[in-house]
């Protein structure tokens, strides 16, 4: 079956300007994840999503970042007023249930902000 | 909260030398998982361990779970350039999964 894919793969934006980042998980996993990695660091964690739970925001940097997961599917990352510091490869993972299952990744967003 | 620590960050071995990635987390966990990120790739799982003490072998790796449950390693016999990449453990507890911070592989051919 198709794997966790999203959108777009890469992404170069100007300083101030929004970005959404797209995340479709794979089919019946109702456990969304979403990273940020910088060059050659580890995964930080930003936000989760558990079917129709409130979703853990603890992880999000800045209000200049929001989330949303609509009908329990695909999710959309916003980075609003990008900074260069935001730069980074965005991650997204889903697992069929929150920690005891494995999280399947997709390829990530490459983010560049000039 | 909880945190995840690995050493070494970085490690350069001869291919052929063994290599090991140790991961301690800051609380004890129900259990842990070992993700592989090629370079340029995204992270892949590679196995989990629950039972306190529980080693597993996948060919050259061999992943161990501490007694206490609070930390794990990652061992390569023999490192091939294949397993080149950056390893991650993560670790569940307290309702959250927590990634270590990784070690780098790089081979020396």
């Known amino acids: 079956g198709a794997g966790v894919s999203q959108s777009p793969s890469n992404k170069v934006t100007e300083k101030g300007k929004d970005v959404e980042l797209r995340c479709d998980p794979i089919?019946?996993?109702?456990?969304l994840y979403w990273y940020r990695q910088s060059l050659g660091q580890g995964l930080e964690f930003l936000i989760y999503?558990?079917?129709?739970?409130?979703?853990?925001k603890s992880g999000l940097p800045s209000d200049r970042f929001s989330a949303e997961r609509t009908g329990g599917s695909v999710s959309t990352l916003t980075i609003q007023r990008t900074q260069q510091e935001d730069s980074a490869v965005y991650l997204c993972a889903s697992s069929v249930k929150r920690g005891m299952e494995t999280q399947y990744f997709g390829p990530g967003t490459r983010l560049l902000v000039l | 909260g909880q945190q995840v620590m690995q050493i070494p960050q970085y490690q350069h071995v001869q291919e052929g030398e063994d290599f090991t990635t140790y991961c301690n987390s800051s609380t004890t966990l129900s259990n842990i998982q070992w993700y592989k990120q090629r370079p340029g790739g995204h992270p892949v799982f590679l196995i989990q361990l629950v039972k306190s003490g529980e080693v597993k072998k996948q060919k050259r790796l061999t992943f161990q779970f501490g007694e206490a449950k609070k930390n794990s390693s990652l061992h390569i016999t023999a490192t091939q350039t294949i397993d080149v990449g950056t390893y991650f453990c993560a670790g569940f507890g307290n309702e959250k999964l927590t990634f270590g911070t990784g070690t780098r592989l790089t081979i020396i051919p």
């Open positions: 089919s019946g996993h109702t456990a």
């Open positions: 999503f558990q079917g129709n739970s409130a979703p853990d």
